[in-house]
T-cell receptor, first 112, second 123 residues
Framework: QKEVEQDPGPLSVPEGAIVSLNCTYS??????FMWYRQYSRKGPELLMY????GNKEDGRFTAQVDKSSKYISLFIRDSQPSDSATYLC????????????FGTGTRLTIIP | GAVVSQHPSWVICKSGTSVKIECRSL??????MFWYRQFPKQSLMLMAT?????????EQGVEKDKFLINHASLTLSTLTVTSAHPEDSSFYIC???????????????????FGAGSRLTVL
C-alpha cells in the first residue's frame, strides 16, 4: 500500500463547476499538507499549505484536512479552463527540511 | 516570492555523454535541495536530497555514480547524468527549501519551491 493514495483521473468537468480533489494517506505522523498544481512540462507550483487539521481558503481554492480520517481535499470553485492541470497532494511529518511524500497526481480538464 | 531557476530547460544528447543540470535559488539561501525525476503522466519520484557542503543522500534504487549531485553553495546544486542512455530520458525537477528558523509552522515558510524542470532526451 502506498503512503499516499490519489486518484489519477483524468477528471473532466464543465467550466464553472466545483471541483473536488482528494488524497488519503496512511502515515499518522504527517502534519503538513500541501497541494501543488503542475502544468504540462512545467515544475509544480504551490497552491495551498495547511498545518494539521482544518480548512484553509485562498480565493477560489479551499483545502481541507481531516487527520482523524487521514483524508485531505482541495476544492476549486467557479472552475476555469486555466485550472486545467495536474494537481498533486504532498505531505510531510516535520517542519524542517524533510522530504515530501507525493500523491500520483490527478489530471484535471475544465471544459469551456 | 521564492524563485528556483533550473537550467537547461531542455537538452538532447547522444548516448554515452554526460549532461549537467543546474538548480539555483535566486532570492534565498537553500541549505537543502531535492532532485526529482518524473516520467510522463506519473508523479514525482525523489532521487536524492542535496545538502550544502556535504554528500547527497540518495533514495533506494538510485545509482549515485550515475547521478552525481554537487551542492557547492547555498544557492546552487547540480545534477550530472553520467554516461547517459536512452532510458535516462526523463523530466528532472529540482526543488529547494529555505533556511530553517522561519516563522510559525502554519505560515508556510518552509515549503518546497520547484524549478521549472529540465527535459532530457538521450538519443
Amino acid at each position: 500500500q502506498k503512503e499516499v493514495e490519489q486518484d489519477p483521473g483524468p477528471l473532466s468537468v464543465p467550466e464553472g463547476a466545483i471541483v473536488s480533489l482528494n488524497c488519503t494517506y496512511s502515515n499518522s505522523a504527517f502534519q503538513y499538507f500541501m497541494w501543488y498544481r503542475q502544468y504540462s512540462r512545467k515544475g509544480p507550483e504551490l497552491l495551498m499549505y495547511t498545518y494539521s487539521s482544518g480548512n484553509k481558503e485562498d480565493g477560489r481554492f479551499t483545502a481541507q484536512v481531516d487527520k482523524s480520517s487521514k483524508y485531505i481535499s482541495l476544492f476549486i470553485r467557479d472552475s476555469q479552463p486555466s485550472d486545467s492541470a495536474t494537481y498533486l497532494c504532498a505531505m510531510r511529518s516535520g517542519f524542517g527540511n524533510e522530504k515530501l511524500t507525493f500523491g500520483t497526481g490527478t489530471r484535471l480538464t475544465i471544459i469551456p | 516570492g521564492a524563485v528556483v531557476s533550473q537550467h537547461p530547460s531542455w537538452v538532447i544528447c547522444k548516448s554515452g555523454t554526460s549532461v549537467k543540470i543546474e538548480c539555483r535559488s535566486l532570492d534565498f539561501q537553500a541549505t537543502t535541495m531535492f532532485w526529482y525525476r518524473q516520467f510522463p503522466k506519473q508523479s514525482l519520484m525523489l532521487m536524492a536530497t542535496s545538502n550544502e557542503g556535504s554528500k547527497a543522500t540518495y533514495e533506494q534504487g538510485v545509482e549515485k555514480d550515475k547521478f552525481l549531485i554537487n551542492h557547492a553553495s547555498l544557492t546552487l546544486s547540480t545534477l550530472t547524468v553520467t554516461s547517459a542512455h536512452p532510458e535516462d530520458s526523463s523530466f528532472y525537477i529540482c526543488s529547494a527549501t529555505r533556511l530553517a528558523g522561519g516563522p510559525s509552522p502554519s505560515s508556510g515558510a518552509n515549503v518546497l519551491t520547484f524549478g521549472a524542470g529540465s527535459r532530457l532526451t538521450v538519443l
